[in-house]
């Protein structure tokens, strides 16, 4: 099915792990967004990309890294998860004429 | 830097009444965009409406308005005869143009509908 896909929804892992958070999209949108989500700040950005193999930092991107060696992929890690990074993360892209963020369902990810 | 204030954590509303969600938003750009997001219970971000900066015509989707207030930098949402449905996070957002696509939101309205 078309559309933007995250995987895992839901993840629990220990203060230290590495973890990755996929991002998967089908229409060849030119633009990726990583957002996360916690009560009380909205969503802030953690990283965007405008291409593939083109990325750049948003408001809120220590201890986060990320990728984008094809354009319908972009992976999230997070290289030695802290428990302030328990939060839900949004995927979202959009074509390169300005519209709406198209999101996907959200990664809830608990750091122990 | 842009940024955009919601200043109503919470909102009730009767079913069938109107309601209107407050955003205001801080730019020095000339041209930008705003957009109302509705986030219900399950989690998903829905694209509920959006004005650009430059159009004079408040932008309608439905039951959904928005009240653009340039002046005053505001961009309220109006949801129109509201439905049990509706209770929901709503967040506004914006855009700059030239600004890499990205959305600045704001921190949220949470709405509860009541019979």
């Known amino acids: 099915d078309a559309g933007i896909t995250q995987s895992p929804r839901y993840k629990i892992t220990e203060t230290g792990r590495q973890v990755t958070l996929m991002c998967h999209q089908t229409w060849s949108h030119s633009y990726m967004f990583w957002y996360r989500q916690d009560l009380g700040h909205g969503l802030r950005l953690i990283y965007y990309?405008?291409?593939?193999?083109?990325?750049d930092k948003g408001e809120v991107p220590d201890g986060y890294v990320v990728s984008r060696s094809k354009t319908e992929n972009f992976p999230l890690t997070l290289e030695s998860a802290t428990r302030s990074q328990t939060s839900v993360y949004f995927c979202a892209s959009t074509p390169a004429s300005p519209g709406e963020l198209f999101f996907g369902e959200g990664s809830r990810l608990t750091v122990l | 830097a842009q940024k955009i204030t919601q200043t109503q954590p919470g909102m009730f509303v009767q079913e069938k009444e109107a309601v209107t969600l407050d955003c205001t938003y801080d730019t020095s750009d000339q041209s930008y965009g705003l957009f109302w997001y509705k986030q219900p219970s399950s989690g998903e971000m829905i694209f509920l409406i959006y004005?650009?900066?430059?159009?004079?015509q408040n932008a309608t989707e439905g039951r959904y308005s928005l009240n653009f207030q340039k002046a005053r930098k505001s961009a309220n949402l109006v949801i129109s005869a509201s439905q049990l449905g509706d209770s929901a996070m709503y967040f506004c957002?914006?855009?700059?143009?030239?600004?890499?696509?990205?959305?600045?939101f704001g921190t949220g309205t949470q709405l509860k509908v009541e019979l």
């Open positions: 990309s405008a291409a593939a193999d083109i990325t």
């Open positions: 957002a914006m855009r700059r143009t030239g600004g890499g696509n990205k959305l600045t």
């Open positions: 004005q650009g900066s430059y159009d004079e």
